[in-house]
């Protein structure tokens, strides 16, 4: 599992170097916040991950929680709704790793 974990990881960020989490929320919010109410519903984060997500890396995603796994770790209060104040209150599992970190970078191009 390791391995392929590591492979992943370079997979889907080569070179990458670590994000801090404040960087990290900015640059998803700034790509996946279409109306900039603040917030980023499923409906624009399922926007955001289907027009960034390379169609070969879609997979990895899903099997790994996908959505549902970003509302888990990132919705503190589960209104269906992220904002970046959850985001930091949820240090535990909110863009925790560098790798989470990176990756946002990488898919948001940012």
């Not at 900015?26 to 955001?48: I, P, R, W």
């Not at 863009?95 to 940012?110: G, Q, Y």
Request: aromatic share 12%.
């Amino acid at each position: 599992m390791f391995l392929f974990l590591f492979l992943l990881n370079n997979a889907l960020v080569p070179g990458a170097a670590c994000l801090s989490k404040e960087s990290a929320i900015q640059c998803f919010y700034t790509t996946a916040d279409a109306n900039k109410d603040g917030g980023v519903s499923v409906e624009e984060l399922t926007s955001a991950i289907a027009e960034h997500l390379p169609w070969w890396q879609y997979q990895a995603f899903h099997f790994f929680g996908g959505i549902d796994q970003i509302l888990k770790d990132c919705d503190a209060n589960e209104d269906g709704i992220l904002t970046a104040v959850e985001a930091v209150a949820l240090p535990e599992s909110c863009l925790e790793t560098c790798f989470k970190r990176s990756a946002t970078k990488h898919v948001f191009d940012c």
